[in-house]
C-alpha cells in the first residue's frame, strides 16, 4: 500500500515532466509522426510488425522505432499485464491480450492474431521464461510470418549455460570453466584443492531471485560448503552450474542478427540491477560476438554477459537469447527497423558518447535509499534520456507509474503473493518463482 501511494504521490511531478516534454518537442507537432521511408532506412514496402513481451520497455522502443520508420505495430500481452502503459502509445496501432507463453493456447492467439491483423513480422520481445515457448510458438508461425527469433534447438542450447560454454568453446572462443550439475553430491565431491577458484554455482533454469547470489566456493569449511549447497534446488530437472568465478569488468550486449550477421548492437558496462545504459565501443567484445553468430549462422536476437580481466581478456560468461534493455540507446533511430527486417541492411549502433538512457524513478528512489549515490544519478539524469517519457508520446510514461504498476500491486496485495523489487524497466514485480 505505500509502495502504490508512493507512485500516486509522483502524479505532479510527473505531469510536469510530461509538460515540459511535450513542449520542448513543438507544440503542434504531429505525435511520432512515421517519416517517410527510403531504403536507407525502411524496408520498401510498409509491414505489419507483430511485438509480444508489450509490457517492457524495449516493447515499446521497439514499436516506436518500427512505426517511425512506416510501419503498422501491433502490440500484444498476457492478462495480468494487460493495463501496461504501453498500449496507449501512438505507435501501437493495435493491442491484444493473449494467454500466458508457457500456455497451450498460446501458439493458437498468435496465430489467430497474426491471421486477423494481416501480420508480416514477428518480433518476441521475450522475458527468460517465455524466450522457448516463442521459439516452439514461431514452428506454427513461419509458414504465415517471418519471426526474428531463434529456432528451437539453437535457442536450448545457447540458453543453457553449460551447452553455450560448450558451443564457445568448441569454436576457440573464450569462457570460463564450467561443470554442470545435476546433484549436490557433485559440488561436494569436486576437486577444490586442485582448482581452488573461486567458483559460483548458477541455475540453469531462470531463478530471479538466486541469480543475483554469487557466493564463492568452496565456503571456508566444508561444513559450511555443504550447507549452502543443501539450500539449492539441484536436481536432474533443475540443473545448475559450478563456473569459474571471475573477477574483473562485466560488460552486456545486445545484438539482433540475421543469417549470421550482427544488424544491431550495443555495448554497455553492466552490473546486477543495472537500470542505467551508456554505449561503449569495445572491439574484443564485438569480434568475439561477430565470430559466434556468424559460427553458428543465427537469426534472431541474443544478448551475452562478459567478463573483462586485468589483462583485458573477455570472457563470455552467458548468452541470454532475447532483446536487451540496452536498445534503449537506439531510440529515435528508426533505421534500426530495417535492420531488423532487411538482410542487406546497414549495421547500427548508437554513438559512443551519446546519452545515456535511465529510468527516473528507479535513480530517484535509490538516490534516496543510498544518499551517497545521489550526486552520480543527479549527474546521469541531467546528461542521459528517460527510456519511457517522449514528449510526442506521453501516455506510456503517465500510465506506467499510475496505472500499469500499481495494477501489478494491487494483484499482490489482494493475492497475498510476496515481491521483492518493483522492475520499472520490464514493466513487472520480482518475485520468487517469477518470470
Known amino acids: 500500500m505505500a509502495t502504490i501511494a508512493l507512485l500516486e504521490a509522483t502524479l505532479p511531478l510527473n505531469l510536469t515532466l510530461v509538460g515540459v516534454a511535450v513542449v520542448r518537442r513543438g507544440l503542434g507537432a504531429r505525435p511520432l509522426a512515421p517519416r517517410p521511408t527510403s531504403a536507407s532506412t525502411s524496408t520498401s514496402a510498409r509491414q505489419t510488425v507483430l511485438i509480444s513481451g508489450g509490457k517492457m520497455t524495449k516493447a515499446l522502443v521497439l514499436a516506436r522505432l518500427f512505426h517511425a520508420a512506416g510501419h503498422r505495430v501491433v502490440l500484444v500481452e498476457t492478462a495480468r499485464y494487460r493495463l501496461t502503459g504501453h498500449r496507449f502509445s501512438n505507435a501501437v496501432d493495435a493491442f491484444h491480450v493473449v494467454p500466458d507463453p508457457t500456455s497451450p493456447d498460446y501458439a493458437d492467439a498468435l496465430l489467430r492474431i497474426v491471421e486477423d491483423e494481416g501480420v508480416d513480422v514477428w518480433v518476441p520481445v521475450s522475458s527468460p521464461a517465455s524466450s522457448l515457448p516463442e521459439a516452439q510458438a514461431a514452428e506454427r508461425l513461419e509458414e504465415h510470418c517471418e519471426v526474428v527469433h531463434l529456432d528451437t534447438d539453437t535457442l536450448r542450447r545457447v540458453d543453457d549455460k553449460h551447452a553455450f560454454a560448450e558451443m564457445a568453446a568448441a569454436i576457440d ?38 541469480r543475483l547470489d554469487l557466493t564463492p566456493l568452496p565456503r571456508p569449511t566444508p561444513a559450511e560448503t555443504a550447507a549452502f549447497v543443501a539450500d539449492l534446488p539441484i536436481s536432474p530437472e533443475q540443473p545448475w552450474i559450478l563456473q569459474e568465478l571471475l573477477v574483473g569488468t562485466e560488460w552486456c550486449t545486445h545484438g539482433t542478427a540475421r543469417a549470421g550477421r550482427v544488424q544491431v548492437w550495443a555495448c554497455c558496462r553492466s552490473s546486477a540491477w543495472q537500470l542505467t545504459y551508456e554505449q561503449v565501443e569495445h572491439p574484443a567484445i564485438r569480434a568475439w560476438v561477430e565470430a559466434f553468430v556468424a559460427a553458428y549462422d543465427l537469426t534472431g536476437q541474443v544478448s551475452f554477459d562478459f567478463m573483462e580481466d586485468a589483462d583485458g581478456v573477455v ?3 552467458e548468452c541470454n537469447p532475447r532483446t536487451h534493455s540496452a536498445i534503449t540507446l537506439l531510440a529515435g533511430r528508426p533505421e534500426v527497423a530495417a535492420a531488423y527486417l532487411d538482410d542487406d541492411a546497414e549495421p547500427v549502433a548508437p554513438p559512443v558518447g551519446g546519452r545515456p538512457t535511465y529510468w527516473l524513478h528507479h535513480e530517484l528512489w535509490q538516490a ?4 551517497a549515490t545521489a550526486p552520480g544519478r543527479l549527474r546521469t539524469i541531467a546528461r542521459g534520456t528517460e527510456a519511457v517519457l517522449d514528449g510526442r508520446d506521453p501516455l506510456p510514461f503517465l500510465a506506467l507509474h499510475h496505472l500499469h504498476l500499481p495494477s501489478l500491486l494491487w ?13 520499472v524497466n520490464i514493466g513487472k514485480l520480482v518475485e520468487p518463482g517469477g518470470d
Open 315 to 317: 570472457r563470455a560468461i
Open 411 to 423: 494483484q499482490n496485495l489482494r493475492t497475498g503473493r510476496p515481491w521483492t523489487k518493483v522492475d
Open 173 to 210: 572462443l573464450p569462457v570460463p570453466a564450467t561443470h554442470r550439475i545435476t546433484d549436490p553430491q557433485q559440488v561436494l565431491d569436486f576437486d577444490f584443492a586442485s582448482h581452488p577458484g573461486p567458483w559460483v554455482l548458477k541455475s540453469i533454469p531462470y531463478d530471479p531471485v538466486r
Open 368 to 371: 534516496l535509499r543510498h544518499p
